[in-house]
Nanobody, 112 residues
Framework: QVQFVESGGGLVQPGGSLRLSCAAS????????MGWYRQAPGKQRELVAS???????GYADSVKGRFTISRENAKKTVYLQMNSLKPEDTAVYYC??????WGQGTQVTVSS
């Protein structure tokens, strides 16, 4: 069974940092492009960052230069380092491998 377990969210002040983790199981993790998504209240889920099996990365314009995605295939884990956080980054963050399976997400709240 495919599962994703996200962690690392929390409450942080504007300008602060958080590192999210997503542990995958039930898939051959190393061959998949992994993505981090977020969904803010009243908004659609959006792709924030992605990383291919070969390590190529892509970012939404809104987070470029502030967020960094990485992966550790031996641990079947993908990370999202988030720096210079802004209130508009507040959302539930999810990871996904392109299929229909989603985890419970991790809440990120940026507020003073």
């Amino acid at each position: 069974q495919v599962q994703f377990v996200e962690s690392g969210g929390g409450l942080v002040q504007p300008g602060g940092s958080l590192r999210l983790s997503c542990a995958a199981s039930g898939i051959i993790f190393s061959i998949y492009t992994m993505g981090w998504y977020r969904q803010a209240p009243g908004k659609q889920r959006e792709l924030v960052a992605s990383i291919t099996s070969g390590g190529s990365t892509g970012y939404a314009d809104s987070v470029k230069g502030r967020f960094t995605i990485s992966r550790e295939n031996a641990k079947k884990t993908v990370y999202l380092q988030m720096n210079s956080l802004k209130p508009e980054d507040t959302a539930v963050y999810y990871c996904n491998a392109g299929g229909p399976f989603w985890g419970q997400g991790t809440q990120v709240t940026v507020s003073s």
